[in-house]
């Protein structure tokens, strides 16, 4: 069956311009995670939802980064008045539920340029 | 808060040697550990995982083992192919920090025929 998705696979900002990423889960997965691939901080995590609601935020940078999920699907990341340092991979994972034993299943990745 | 640790890479080998790459890892309570590889072009994908104490998890030729008293979670192959060039995240998850996980900085390895 089809995996996770993002879209666009490549987005070059200027900075101060907002911008928005896109997740598809994998279908009847509950959980969604978003994570940050960057060279000097690893691989980071920003925020999970399970189902539409948000229980931990806590690795959301600033309070120009948000993200919703609606009808238990998609998931959209935004970053508003983007700066130089938020240039990174932005990856999506889902999973069928929360559990810390469940596997997560990552999307192939947006890479953020802001100029 | 919950961390771990990988050994500093990178690492290259010739095909068929051993590899062994060791993850330690800091968190309270009984984590579940992962081992995720990214090949080159390719997203995350995991590899093998470990949910309680003395499990072994394995795939592909690779085993990695739960070692609670030494908190850590060692991935090995016993010999290596080119096609196992990738880099290789060691991971965690854990009910107290809302099932994320913590990855470690990962380690890239290179496999010369």
């Known amino acids: 069956g089809a995996g996770v998705s993002q879209s666009p696979s490549n987005k070059v900002t200027e900075k101060g311009k907002d911008v928005e990423l896109r997740c598809d889960p994998i279908?009847?997965?509950?959980?969604l995670y978003w994570y940050r691939q960057s060279l000097g901080q690893g691989l980071e995590f920003l925020i999970y939802?399970?189902?539409?609601?948000?229980?931990?935020k806590s690795g959301l940078p600033s309070d120009r980064f948000s993200a919703e999920r609606t009808g238990g699907s998609v998931s959209t990341l935004t970053i508003q008045r983007t700066q130089q340092e938020d240039s990174a991979v932005y990856l999506c994972?889902?999973?069928?539920?929360?559990?810390?034993?469940?596997?997560?299943?990552f999307g192939p990745g947006t890479r953020l340029t802001v100029l | 808060g919950d961390s771990v640790t990988q050994m500093e890479g990178p690492v290259t080998l010739s095909e068929e040697a051993f590899l062994t790459i060791n993850c330690t890892y800091t968190?309270?309570?009984?984590?579940?550990l992962f081992w995720y590889v990214q090949y080159p072009g390719e997203g995350l994908q995991l590899l093998l995982k470990?949910?309680?104490?003395?499990d072994k998890g394995s795939n592909k030729g690779f085993e990695a083992t739960y070692r609670k008293e030494t908190t850590s979670f060692h991935l090995e192959k016993g010999s290596v192919q080119v096609s196992d060039s990738a880099v290789y995240f060691c991971?965690?998850?854990?009910?107290?920090?809302?099932?994320?996980?913590?990855f470690g900085e990962g380690t890239q390895l290179t496999v010369n025929p």
């Open positions: 939802f399970q189902g539409n609601s948000a229980p931990d």
């Open positions: 968190a309270t309570g009984y984590p579940s």
């Open positions: 991971a965690l998850s854990h009910r107290t920090s809302g099932s994320r996980l913590t």
């Open positions: 470990a949910t309680k104490a003395d």
């Open positions: 279908s009847g997965h509950t959980a």
């Open positions: 994972a889902s999973s069928f539920m929360s559990g810390d034993t469940d596997t997560q299943y």
